[in-house]
């Protein structure tokens, strides 16, 4: 190959490098004066919030991920208890993000608030940090449950709680992510269970590749 050239195509790549780099750093600064501008409203956001009972259950109930992961019973007596949901960005935006749910006065634990973090480290390992849950006396929803004499334990997936998203070790992010992404955007959208289209349309394609799937089977069977 043509040497000349060669070195040529280099000092193109590291000036378009040097524009991404440049574009980047420009977004960045546009996305923290973005959440600088929005953060007062979120603020007044939540405190509307705070006046609709059981926003923030119907809302997690509502979705599709989150309603899967609520189904005790005892999850949703314990989340009407919640008043405010908080999503914060870290500094830089990029390295990872928190979530703080806030609660009123109840019968399962003492904390006021509890939260999740996830943060990205340069290394590309996940850092998970949570607040540990004051449960009040035999009411910790992630305990393990015990089986009576003579039965059998039921599946231990059906015993999961939402609260086991505050376990320091648990570092799956689809919960986190959802809500980040999703939920916190437009909770009343969730609230009002309307439907969002390419969320739908994702899903349905899948559904139906299912149900393709499915019937090519049946024909193979035949």
Do not use: C
Request: charged residues 40%.
């Amino acid at each position: 190959a043509d040497q000349e050239s060669l070195e040529k195509l280099q000092q193109i790549q590291d000036n378009l490098e040097k524009v991404n780099d440049e574009l980047n750093d420009r977004i960045l600064e546009l996305e923290k004066e973005s959440l600088a501008k929005r953060k007062p409203f979120y603020e007044t956001r939540n405190k509307v919030i705070e006046k609709i009972p059981n926003f923030w259950l119907t809302a997690f109930l509502n979705d599709r991920v989150l309603g899967d992961v609520i189904g005790e019973q005892s999850d949703q007596d314990a989340l009407s208890y919640m008043t405010q949901l908080n999503v914060e960005d870290h500094e830089d935006i990029k390295s990872g993000y928190k979530i703080t749910f806030t609660f009123k006065e109840n019968p399962y634990f003492e904390n006021k608030e509890i939260f999740k973090e996830f943060s990205f480290l340069e290394n590309g390992d996940l850092k998970v940090s949570s607040s540990p849950i004051k449960w009040k006396p035999g009411k910790d929803l992630t305990a393990e449950p015990v089986a009576e004499a003579g039965k059998k334990r039921k599946d231990p997936e059906e015993g999961i709680s939402f609260f086991h998203l505050f376990a320091e070790e648990d570092e799956d992010t689809l919960i986190g992510e959802r809500i980040k992404e999703d939920i916190w955007l437009n909770p009343l959208k969730k609230y009002l269970n309307e439907a969002d289209e390419s969320d739908d349309m994702g899903y349905s394609d899948f559904d139906g590749q299912d149900d393709e799937d499915g019937d090519d089977d049946d024909e193979d069977a035949s």
